[in-house]
């Protein structure tokens, strides 16, 4: 069976439709009956926090994500608290340790906040994982079923970088709120008046920060286990400041709905963004999520009054004429972009806007982009420079440059 860009259960749920999702997240159709290892999309991102309860508020008050689900000790749960959250077809599945001796409090103290599990939704468990086998992948969980009154899912886990993992999802007999396990839960948190039904529709990918020296390795993981393609490549003066420098692939699964670009640290005269994340997480791990808009303006401005905050970008970026050349005409007054710091790229497809969060915790680690895509299915290659000085100039302040 050709994959013809059938919408995901989470998807349709989220009243999104292909030709939005096309353009949030830039979908292409593939045949998925050639696919070794074929994934539909994402499931969930797994993140694991010092105070769960905490971190789900914050991600309903400041991101305007609905809380739909909960594990805990209220239902049988001792180990650790978990909340799922949605904002349109992402999941994020909050867990932090309620159990003193939960794996978690070691997970912690280690890496501090962060993303242990980049879940994805597949067709058929069983051949991705014999193919992951097969291809020498580690398997951390072998297939299995849990049942509950909603049905039953199917589920397993490979290892990837660092101490993140893939859990691989079938819940095509499954209508629960999202594993057995876990009730429906609602939010009491009431959303200010005016603000939009949500921030963010889609995730459109997840950097991995790997080792220097990794990179090409761990490329070469998700093309051999999982069948992923190459989708670009940043090396040199394409990803370099005056004191720092990283190199960048980019893998994706066949429909481009999960994207993967990979970093390593690259020798410059000072330490980079990625040395700085590997430091303070003390290893490789996921370094940043890009949730996809339709209204980058309206998102930005309801997260900055929910006290988001972002990187702020010169003038100088707006005002300089090879931009304002190569951009073109975008949806938005440049001007308007100005005011909030939003970055613009144009690549032979089309145009992307752009704006990246101050890390989220306490460590210099995790960050969210936002990105309004028209058309282009790349990266905003056109704005590393000038993001990378302003993640610079936020390192000098930590002193850690």
């Not at 291809?135 to 290892?159: F, K, N, S």
């Not at 690259?266 to 330490?271: G, I, W, Y």
């Not at 145009?351 to 982009?369: A, C, H, M, N, S």
């Amino acid at each position: 069976m050709t994959d013809t860009l059938n919408l995901t259960p989470q998807e349709r749920e989220a009243d999104l439709d292909l030709d939005q999702l096309k353009q949030l997240v830039g979908l292409v159709e593939y045949d998925a009956d050639k696919d070794p290892f074929p994934v539909t999309g994402w499931d969930a991102i797994v993140f694991v926090a010092g105070n769960a309860t905490q971190a789900a508020h914050y991600y309903q008050s400041a991101w305007g994500m609905e809380l739909v689900a909960y594990s805990g000790p209220e239902n049988g749960n001792r180990d650790h608290k978990s909340f799922v959250l949605k904002s349109g077809s992402i999941r994020f599945v909050i867990n932090g340790a309620v159990d003193p001796d939960s794996p978690l409090v070691e997970h912690h103290r280690k890496h501090g906040d962060g993303v242990v599990d980049i879940a994805l939704e597949v067709p058929d468990v069983d051949k991705c994982i014999a193919q992951a086998k097969q291809a020498g992948a580690t398997v951390v969980r072998e297939p299995e079923d849990i049942t509950d009154e909603h049905g039953t899912i199917r589920i397993a886990a490979i290892a990837t970088y660092g101490e993140t993992r893939h859990t691989l999802v079938d819940r095509s007999k499954y209508d629960g709120p999202y594993l057995p396990g876990y009730q429906p839960a609602s939010s009491t948190y009431v959303k200010p008046e005016g603000q939009p039904k949500r921030l963010f529709q889609a995730l459109d990918h997840i950097v991995g920060n790997v080792e220097l020296g990794k990179m090409d390795e761990w490329v070469a993981f998700y093309n051999r286990v999982m069948g992923f393609v190459n989708m670009a490549e940043f090396i040199g003066d394409d990803i370099a400041t005056d004191y720092s420098a990283l190199m960048s692939k980019v893998v994706s699964n066949g429909n481009h709905r999960v994207k993967f670009p990979l970093n390593e640290p690259a020798p410059a005269k000072k330490k980079s963004q990625i040395d700085e994340y590997l430091e303070f997480y003390r290893g490789a791990g996921a370094q940043h999520l890009a949730v996809a808009t339709g209204d980058i303006i309206a998102s930005v401005d309801a997260l900055r009054a929910n006290g988001v905050e972002f990187l702020s970008t010169p003038d100088s970026y707006y005002e300089d004429p090879e931009l304002r050349a190569r951009i073109g005409e975008v949806r938005v007054p440049v001007e308007e972009l100005q005011k909030r710091g939003i970055l613009v790229d144009r690549d032979e497809d089309g145009y992307l806007l752009q704006i990246f969060t101050k890390p989220l915790g306490d460590r210099p680690t995790v960050f969210f982009e936002l990105i309004e895509r028209h058309g282009s299915l790349g990266f905003g290659k056109g704005n590393f420079k000038a993001l990378f000085e302003a993640i610079e100039r936020e390192q000098d302040l930590r002193g850690n440059l």
